[in-house]
């Protein structure tokens, strides 16, 4: 983990986004489609970090992002071209738009000023999608990637992010995939090469310190 001073000066609330990944009921609920998965993000902690770290941001001013993965009920425009897309296709539970599948899952709360970015194709939360173009606009430099999956849409995340310029934060601990013992492993010898790993108490720390400094001026 880099020195307190070098995390709280990346972390600045007026130059930070919060992107949380798929943190939807369909993916991490109880009702999941990927039930394995959605075990894991709820015996590791990690979806409870989740939402501590989106009630910190909301109480320290850091704009929220929640990226939705989501399928039209008649399937156009998703890809079908790996089979991971295959498989979802298959799956009892459909993320389809507008059904309870895609609301963001308890115990994370989502703001007014939240904004969700929904995405009907490919593997991304960041590429192909309105991400890169708000955060622009937001004046974004630090990118806090949170969510799910360790396997496969947090890498991406990560990597869109830092091909685009912006500094990627990974709290490990809020972040999951499976089986359980490759997140550490891909985050020590992947996301570790790339992003800045943190922990979630780290951060909490860095958005909590202006937060008391406002409140005894």
Known sequence: MPPREQLAE???????VLLTVECQQGVVGPDSALPEL???????GALHNVARLVAAAHEAGVQVLH???????????????????RAVGRLPVQQHSGTAAVRIAAPIEVADDDIVVRRLHGLSPVAGTDVDALL???????????????????????????????TAVVPSDAI?????????AMIRNTLALVATVTTTWEVLGCWQSPRRATTRA
Do not use: H, K
């Open 10 to 16: 990346q972390l600045d609330p007026a130059t930070t």
């Open 38 to 44: 959605a075990e894991e993000a709820q015996t590791s």
């Open 67 to 85: 990226a939705v993965a989501e399928r039209r009920p008649d399937g156009r425009g998703a890809n079908s071209n790996a089979r991971l897309f």
């Open 136 to 166: 622009r606009n937001l004046g974004c430099r630090t990118l806090v990637v949170v969510g799910v999956s360790a396997n496969v849409a947090i890498p991406n995340a990560v990597f869109d992010a830092v091909n685009l310029g912006y």
């Open 176 to 184: 999951a995939g499976v089986p359980s013992d490759y997140t550490p």
